[in-house]
């Protein structure tokens, strides 16, 4: 194994990492953007240099998206128990074993991290170095001590989990979703602060495995950024599990509770008790400390990277990648962030990043998955068609058919934006990304044969739906009348 250890600081001049450069990319960051960045770097031939300060593998390894949806299947799994008399079996007594469901989740983390290790980084040529990397200046960065040169790097060092300056939440012993993996017993009154998707993923498995759940949301409803009428569904799914949802409150102070762990103090002059809190309102990314301004890296307003479409920064050396970016923060964006961004840095070329069909998706019951432009009532120009589970066989077949798909399409008929919200709506959403990406009209999508019977039905329908109402107009109308009185007059004569 050939892990570069870290050095002691005044050991510069024969220093194995100097010795092996010079390095043609050096990734800082061992998530989702460096590890397929650094990949995809040593596999067009780069000499390339990891440096990740913490474990390789990132957040969504060890504290998002894969303990995440064990979690979730955990709860699911519980759910569905409580809830199969609806469908004639009963079952008696669902116990949840906290640390045996704990215990699953980190066997879904240690069976994956293999994948993401640094033996693996080693085995594909890139060459790892642990420690905090801090750039020194334009083409330099240092690392517990070392100078490094580089001919080019990437920033990949993600975000972190934001917390809001509420007075009183700093002394408050909150978690995170950095954090709540440590839990060893279900928290009894749980308080989520945050009803975007992390919030609404961990209030609900959290309610399902048996804990008391509110969550407080200050917009005016849960997933402020998804169809009002998927966020309303997930509302009433949380509500049904038992999570009060306190949608539109704004938190005025946290303050220390009597009998409780704490309060959190309302704008509206009432308090909600928690025995435990957890902060999920969203994630600011990790520029603080890396030394940017002497790399000569712009940040926004906002403290994001500031990036042009082939994703290199204002120092043309430097490229980022991931949720740093201000970008939306997704794994599979970091990890085509990471590969577009290496390949530029490396082979020089210009390849352009696009946002207009970046798939995303709310794994709560019911899931919510979307691409590209809104398909609320409110879309300009676009008219939104719409298929509901109720008539799709496989939801009713399963008894789960609350929810629908719809889809925003233009004048053209082109698939611009799309909703999906019900069982598995994450495995439909990618066939739409697709139509969004390429330009499909619903003509195509309705022309394609789907297997039955699938949730896909509901894309299906609501495309062939539309296609069945553009034949309605008085143009296509009468054009399938001449052509109905042509057949006759080739079949016998009459019109
Ligand atoms: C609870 C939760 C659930 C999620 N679920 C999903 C999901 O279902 N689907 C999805 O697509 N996304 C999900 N995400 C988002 C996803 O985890 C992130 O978008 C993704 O991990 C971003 O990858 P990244 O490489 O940009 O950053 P990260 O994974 O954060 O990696 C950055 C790395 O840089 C290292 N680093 C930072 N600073 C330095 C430094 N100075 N020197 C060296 N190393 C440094 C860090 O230690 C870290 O390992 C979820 C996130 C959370 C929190």
Known sequence: MSVLKPAARDAVSDDPVDAQGPWDLVVVGGGTAGIVGAKTAARLGGHVLLVERHRTGGDCLWTGCVPSKALLAAAAAAASARDAARLGVTVRGVDVDFPAVMGHVRGAIAHIAPVDSAEALEAEGVTVLPGEAVFTGPDAVRVDGREIRFGQAMLAAGASPAVPPIPGLKEAAYL?????????????????????SIGCELGQAFARLGADVTVVEGAARIMPREDADAAALVADSLCADGVRVLAGHGVSAVVPGTGTAGDLELEDGTSVPYGCLVVAVGRSPRTHGLGL????????????????????????????????????????????????????????????????????????????????????????????????????????????????????VDHKGRILGATVVGPRA?????????????????????????????????????????????????????GLRALVRLRRWRTDGST
Request: charged letters at 20%; aromatic letters at 6%.
């Open 426 to 478: 994450g495995e439909s959403i990618g066939e739409l990304t697709m139509a969004v990406k390429l330009g499909l009209r619903t003509r195509d999508l309705a022309g394609v044969i789907h297997p039955y019977p699938t949730f896909n039905d509901g894309p299906w329908n609501a495309a062939i739906a539309d296609v069945r109402t553009q034949l309605e107009s008085p143009r296509a109308r009468a």
């Open 176 to 196: 995170t979703s950095d954090t709540i993996w440590t839990l060893q017993d279900l928290p009894q009154r749980l308080v989520v602060l945050g009803g975007g």
């Open 293 to 408: 301004a002497a790399a000569g890296v712009d940040l926004d307003a906002r403290g994001f990277v500031t990036v042009d479409e082939h994703l290199r920064t204002s120092n043309r050396r430097i490229w980022a990648a991931g949720d740093l970016t201000g970008h939306p923060q997704f794994t599979h964006v970091a990890g085509v962030h990471g590969s577009l961004a290496a390949s530029n840095a490396i082979l020089g070329l210009s390849r352009k990043v696009q946002l207009t069909a970046i798939p995303r998706v709310t794994f709560t019951h019911p899931e919510v998955a979307a691409v590209g432009l809104p398909t609320g009532p409110a879309s300009p120009g676009l008219r939104v068609v719409e298929w509901r589970h109720a008539h799709v066989d496989r939801a009713v077949a399963e008894g789960d058919s609350s929810g629908f798909a719809r889809l925003a």
